[in-house]
């Protein structure tokens, strides 16, 4: 048996999706493969939902948010729940990293030292957070007294993509939870496993039935009736600008439900013309690009390196590009795994084809190595007009642009729709001010690839993000509504 057959002969796979606390087919019995993108095989078959499955599980998390089981709780009976997942989580880490990288290619080291730790935290702190908050008292006039309260929406569905599905699941229930909602998850049809197996987890660390729920299927099948449901009260996504578009339609078309938007990016490098050391720059862009195949929403898919500092940088990122190690994504050693799907795949060489034929160099790479496996690919003499400088590829290619300036290398990189991140380098600490704040992206690194963490907000400008943020506080805004309650004290 091969090490990938044995490592899904030990995993615990799913029984089916997760509503009111149990696991079953979907209604209408269909089911699709769910397949490792390194080997091509099936790793299990994952139920196919349809609206009657959607209708069921809101139906459940209804029932459970009414009813107070959650809701209703004491804040830190919740956070006991919710810190007894984040444990659990850390118990079953091997096997979660295992099903992650089997079936999003993305590599076992990774998957055990980054999205899994990093779930538990995110639930972790979240579920710390929720008996340390107040309300508010407004400045009234003494004859009144005004409540400023925040109270759960209800039903919350989260959508999510393929990139980071444990992560990205738990950026969405950490504050949803912890703010007393019942939850609907979606996993991207790509990725379902974790996002079953945490359900599991939930339900044994005494979160109750009803209020996590977890259904699989495709986007029009599952995602357009969660968007238009009008019993879903918040739905908040994680996945391309295009698809992100639709979620306000179908909220305008239905009940009007909050809406929140996490969505792709086009992010940008800038190095000033004074920045040293850059050789290690382009450490910190190599990661910042192919990290995660660039399947990364903040991935730094352009650099825009002031004239001076240019070549330097083309040459170094070009040896970076060399040294990073594709492969099996079980071995512990690979830095790189397959690309998510062959459509993917396929996306990312037409789009690398784009950027060969509009001109653009190819320093390294610029092809597939063998199967999925896609290799960094730095391109230099990229100009604004060309598809590689303004399309999210989100795949291990970046861009290299010249700027005549400083002033010129802020304008490039803000020469986007998007608007999710971006990295700054000078060694000027005024200038490091003020063009952070030129930069129009939700965070902002300087001297460091960053996207923050768990107490900093994080989101998009622009086409990369609309109506709240994930992390932090911030994120608890929008499961919550505003409520004031005026209580006139003069009779
Ligand atoms: P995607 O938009 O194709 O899919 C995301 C989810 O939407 C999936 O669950 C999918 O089934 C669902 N969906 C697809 N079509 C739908 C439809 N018509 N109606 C309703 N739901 C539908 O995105 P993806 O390919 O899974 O993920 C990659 C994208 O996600 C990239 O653009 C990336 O930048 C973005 N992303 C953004 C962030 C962020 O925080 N800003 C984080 C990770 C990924």
């Given at each position: 048996m091969t090490l990938h057959a044995q490592t899904v002969a030990a995993l615990r796979l799913p029984e089916g999706i997760l509503i009111d606390g149990a696991f079953g087919p979907a209604a209408g019995g269909c089911a699709f493969a769910t397949r490792n993108p390194f080997t091509g095989d099936t790793i299990a078959m994952v139920p196919a939902c349809g609206a009657a499955d959607v209708d069921r599980a809101v139906a459940s998390a209804r029932a459970a948010f009414e009813s107070g089981v959650w809701s209703g709780l004491h804040p830190s009976a919740r956070k006991a729940a919710m810190t007894r997942l984040a444990d659990l989580i850390l118990e079953n880490l091997e096997e979660l990293a295992a099903m992650e990288a089997l079936d999003a290619g993305k590599p076992i080291t990774d998957c055990r030292e980054i999205d899994v730790p990093e779930t538990a935290k995110c639930i972790r702190w979240h579920g710390e957070a929720q008996d340390k908050l107040y309300g508010q008292i407004a400045p009234t006039a003494p004859d009144a007294l005004a409540l400023i309260v925040r109270e759960p929406v209800g039903v919350v569905a989260a959508v999510l993509p393929w990139n980071f599905p444990l992560l990205m699941m738990a950026w969405k229930i950490g504050p949803a939870l912890a703010t007393g909602n019942s939850v609907i998850v979606k996993p991207a049809e790509q990725t379902s496993l974790t996002a079953l197996r945490l359900g599991a987890l939930a339900l044994e660390a005494g979160?109750?039935?009803?209020?996590l729920n977890v259904i699989t299927g495709f986007g029009p099948e599952v995602g357009e009736p969660l968007g238009r449901h009008?019993?879903?009260?918040a739905l908040t996504f994680t996945g391309s600008t295009e698809v992100g578009r639709r979620f306000l339609e179908y909220s305008a078309q239905s009940n009007l439900k909050e809406v929140c938007l996490e969505m792709g990016g086009k992010s940008a490098a800038v190095i000033l013309g004074d920045a040293a050391d850059i050789p290690r720059i382009a450490e910190i862009q190599g990661t910042a690009i192919f990290w995660n195949m660039g399947e990364n929403c903040t991935a730094n898919s352009r650099i825009i390196a002031h004239r001076d500092v240019y070549d330097a940088v083309v040459a170094e990122m070009a040896k970076v590009a060399a040294g990073w190690r594709l492969g099996?994504?079980?071995?512990?050693?690979?830095?790189n795994g397959p690309l998510v799907s062959a459509e993917h795949f396929a996306k990312v060489s037409r789009l690398v084809a784009s950027g060969k034929a509009q001109g653009a160099r190819v320093v390294h790479g610029g092809e597939g190595a063998g199967g999925l496996l896609f290799q960094p690919t730095v391109f230099a003499e990229v100009t604004p007009d060309m598809e590689i400088f303004t399309t999210e590829i989100f795949g291990p290619v970046v861009a290299v642009t010249r700027a005549e300036s400083d002033e010129e290398a802020i304008q490039l990189a803000n020469r986007t729709q998007y608007g999710l991140a971006a990295t700054l380098y000078t060694r000027d600490v005024s200038r490091a001010h003020r063009y952070a704040r030129m930069l129009r992206a939700g965070t902002v690194g300087v001297n460091a690839y960053s996207e923050g963490e768990i107490s900093t907000p994080f989101g998009g400008f622009k086409a990369s993000g609309f109506g709240g943020r994930d992390n932090g506080l911030h994120a608890h805004e929008q499961y919550t509504e505003l409520k004031t309650i005026w209580i006139d004290l003069t009779t």
């Amino acid at each position: 048996m091969t090490l990938h057959a044995q490592t899904v002969a030990a995993l615990r796979l799913p029984e089916g999706i997760l509503i009111d606390g149990a696991f079953g087919p979907a209604a209408g019995g269909c089911a699709f493969a769910t397949r490792n993108p390194f080997t091509g095989d099936t790793i299990a078959m994952v139920p196919a939902c349809g609206a009657a499955d959607v209708d069921r599980a809101v139906a459940s998390a209804r029932a459970a948010f009414e009813s107070g089981v959650w809701s209703g709780l004491h804040p830190s009976a919740r956070k006991a729940a919710m810190t007894r997942l984040a444990d659990l989580i850390l118990e079953n880490l091997e096997e979660l990293a295992a099903m992650e990288a089997l079936d999003a290619g993305k590599p076992i080291t990774d998957c055990r030292e980054i999205d899994v730790p990093e779930t538990a935290k995110c639930i972790r702190w979240h579920g710390e957070a929720q008996d340390k908050l107040y309300g508010q008292i407004a400045p009234t006039a003494p004859d009144a007294l005004a409540l400023i309260v925040r109270e759960p929406v209800g039903v919350v569905a989260a959508v999510l993509p393929w990139n980071f599905p444990l992560l990205m699941m738990a950026w969405k229930i950490g504050p949803a939870l912890a703010t007393g909602n019942s939850v609907i998850v979606k996993p991207a049809e790509q990725t379902s496993l974790t996002a079953l197996r945490l359900g599991a987890l939930a339900l044994e660390a005494g979160i109750p039935p009803g209020v996590l729920n977890v259904i699989t299927g495709f986007g029009p099948e599952v995602g357009e009736p969660l968007g238009r449901h009008m019993d879903v009260d918040a739905l908040t996504f994680t996945g391309s600008t295009e698809v992100g578009r639709r979620f306000l339609e179908y909220s305008a078309q239905s009940n009007l439900k909050e809406v929140c938007l996490e969505m792709g990016g086009k992010s940008a490098a800038v190095i000033l013309g004074d920045a040293a050391d850059i050789p290690r720059i382009a450490e910190i862009q190599g990661t910042a690009i192919f990290w995660n195949m660039g399947e990364n929403c903040t991935a730094n898919s352009r650099i825009i390196a002031h004239r001076d500092v240019y070549d330097a940088v083309v040459a170094e990122m070009a040896k970076v590009a060399a040294g990073w190690r594709l492969g099996d994504q079980l071995d512990p050693a690979t830095r790189n795994g397959p690309l998510v799907s062959a459509e993917h795949f396929a996306k990312v060489s037409r789009l690398v084809a784009s950027g060969k034929a509009q001109g653009a160099r190819v320093v390294h790479g610029g092809e597939g190595a063998g199967g999925l496996l896609f290799q960094p690919t730095v391109f230099a003499e990229v100009t604004p007009d060309m598809e590689i400088f303004t399309t999210e590829i989100f795949g291990p290619v970046v861009a290299v642009t010249r700027a005549e300036s400083d002033e010129e290398a802020i304008q490039l990189a803000n020469r986007t729709q998007y608007g999710l991140a971006a990295t700054l380098y000078t060694r000027d600490v005024s200038r490091a001010h003020r063009y952070a704040r030129m930069l129009r992206a939700g965070t902002v690194g300087v001297n460091a690839y960053s996207e923050g963490e768990i107490s900093t907000p994080f989101g998009g400008f622009k086409a990369s993000g609309f109506g709240g943020r994930d992390n932090g506080l911030h994120a608890h805004e929008q499961y919550t509504e505003l409520k004031t309650i005026w209580i006139d004290l003069t009779t």
